[in-house]
């Protein structure tokens, strides 16, 4: 796995999302932090007395003998110096997050994943859509792509790369209307890398694997941003134990969402209910998606 050194200051591990990073890289609590404040030292200097002359007697002069000037030693040469400075201490490198590379050059986030569907088989040709990229035993039937890296990692690989987190989008039902809720957090770029027969690299956007049901045509426009999930409460220690987490979507799968569960860790831009008694279902995979398995890249960008 690859790794790149970055610079992670105590202070942003205070918040809610440094915390994340810590948990899913192993630390359990933030009182570990004490052990990084470093303790200055202090120097000390010596104060000379001054006293009457030896000797004196009350109320007669004291005779004062002329003396030659005390001799000035020579200030030292300068010295030379040995070699260069000492180097900095290189930063800590980055954690090893499975099936993640982390690039902060580019702030770029790369997921080892597979395509989830099969569009090629003739019984089932229609594959309705509600997420780009999830997890194992999830939503592989109605994903673009699975992966096995924990959406908790993909989260605290973000954080990583200078993002913070938003919240996620979800949909009400008031007043016999669906009320959309829209999400927030920093922009990201999302797309996928295919290596081709030939063995070069081919960048595919989403939108080329989609088609709209509405239209038939693939999406004029699929935007995405950095939603963060959310938390629940701490699961038992059994819970735990069966694969249990306290952040939603590593209980949920959902990573890349199209239509908003409310726990995706990136979410798109729009609205759209998962409930088809509520809004219509629209995404469809499209023909142009690789075969079932077809190794893939699920690449994150910061905007």
């Known amino acids: 796995m690859l790794q790149f050194p970055v610079s992670r200051p105590a202070a942003r591990l205070q918040t809610r999302n440094a915390w994340l990073a810590l948990v899913t890289v192993g630390c359990t609590s933030l009182a570990g932090l004490a052990g990084l404040a470093g303790l200055a030292g202090c120097a000390q200097g010596d104060a000379a007395a001054k006293g009457s002359p030896a000797g004196a007697e009350p109320g007669k002069p004291v005779a004062v003998t002329a003396r030659a ?7 030292p040469a300068a010295a030379t110096p040995a070699g260069p400075a000492p180097a900095a201490a290189a ?5 090893a997050l499975p099936f993640i590379t982390i690039d902060t050059a580019t702030r770029t986030v790369t997921v080892e994943a597979a395509i989830a569907v099969d569009v090629h088989d003739p019984e089932t040709p229609r594959v309705w859509l509600e997420v780009l990229a999830c997890s194992p035993d999830s939503k592989e039937h109605e994903a673009l792509v699975v992966t096995r890296a924990r959406p908790s990692h993909i989260h605290a690989a973000l954080l990583l790369i200078g993002m913070q987190a938003g919240e996620p989008g979800r949909v009400e039902w008031a007043g016999g209307q669906v009320k959309p809720i829209a999400p927030h957090g920093p922009g990201v770029d999302v797309s996928f890398v295919v290596t081709k027969a030939d063995g070069t690299m081919q960048n595919v956007r989403p939108a080329e694997w989609i088609t709209l049901s509405s239209t038939g045509k693939p999406p004029a426009k699929l935007e995405f941003l950095f939603a963060g999930s959310g938390f629940t409460r701490t699961p038992s220690p059994a819970a735990v134990a069966a694969g249990a ?5 590593d209980n949920a799968g959902t990573i890349v969402g199209l239509t908003t569960f409310g726990t995706e860790t990136i979410a798109m831009v ?9 809004q219509a279902p629209e995404f469809l995979a499209s023909s142009a998606l690789p075969k079932q398995g077809t190794p893939v890249k699920l690449v994150l960008r910061a905007k």
């Open 245 to 249: 987490s306290a952040y939603a979507a």
């Open 69 to 75: 000037p005390a001799p000035v030693a020579p200030a």
């Open 91 to 95: 930063p800590a490198p980055l954690p």
């Open 270 to 278: 729009e609205v759209w209910s998962p409930d088809s008694g509520l």
